[in-house]
Structure formats: structure tokens, C-alpha cells
């Protein structure tokens, strides 16, 4: 499982609430208030953390690792499609100039469909015979 994958599935699993999580640090208790609160076992009188198992393994998936994963992936993903939005702009460019100077249109006898569709998106009208 990736990062993202790791990450959906926590929030998927985890707190639905949707507020705040503060830490708090008074009282010598650290705790993220009314979502992971300190206690003490009292069968071995040993420090613990009270939350569900789904908001404790939220908190291991959103770790910095992770969300750095994540984020690469996204700007990584990001950059490909501006370079594809990029190079589609330059192809429409050159088809405007062919339909321009008359060299996407031989008549309609011999253009494919996909030939036709692409004649009328870059003059924005239809073929004619």
C-alpha cells in the first residue's frame, strides 16, 4: 500500500468529525483534546493513550513521510499534466494554421470521423462538401 493509499484509507476509517484537533499540554498530560487522551492502566499502573484504534492508525498514516510521498506524487503529477495541457495547446496552434492555409481540408469524401471532428473544433464550423 503507498502513501495516498495509506492516507485515504486512515481518513476513510478514522474521525468523522470534522473539528479542530488541538494539542493540549497542561497539567503535565499531553493529549490532542476529546480525540487522544492520556491514562494509566490500572492493572500495571503504566502511562497510556485512550483513543480508538482507527484514530491511532489515522495518526501513524498522516505521518510527515507521508504526506511528503503524497505531496511529491501530486506536484510530479501535476507537472506531467501541465506539460500535456502544454504540448495540446501547440498541436491546436499547428491545426489552426493547417485549417488556415487550407491543408486539413480536402473535402469531405475523404476525411475519417475523427478527421471531420477535429476540422470542426479548430474552425468551428462543420465540413461542407
Known amino acids: 500500500m503507498d502513501a495516498r493509499q495509506k492516507i485515504e484509507a486512515a481518513l476513510a476509517a478514522g474521525p468523522t468529525e470534522d473539528r479542530e484537533w488541538e494539542l493540549w499540554t497542561s497539567n ?71 485549417a488556415e492555409d487550407g491543408w486539413l481540408y480536402h473535402g469531405v469524401e475523404g476525411m475519417s470521423e475523427a478527421q471531420k471532428m477535429l476540422y470542426e473544433v479548430i474552425t468551428k464550423q462543420p465540413p461542407t462538401e
Open 28 to 98: 503535565s498530560w499531553r493529549r490532542i483534546q476529546g480525540v487522544i487522551e492520556p491514562t494509566i492502566q490500572h492493572h500495571d499502573n503504566h502511562p497510556d493513550l485512550h483513543a480508538t484504534i482507527a484514530t491511532l492508525e489515522y495518526v501513524v498514516a498522516v505521518q510527515p513521510k507521508n504526506i511528503r510521498e503524497v505531496l511529491q506524487t501530486l506536484a510530479s503529477k501535476e507537472a506531467e499534466l501541465a506539460a500535456r495541457e502544454a504540448e495540446i495547446a501547440g498541436l491546436l496552434v499547428t491545426c489552426q494554421a493547417m
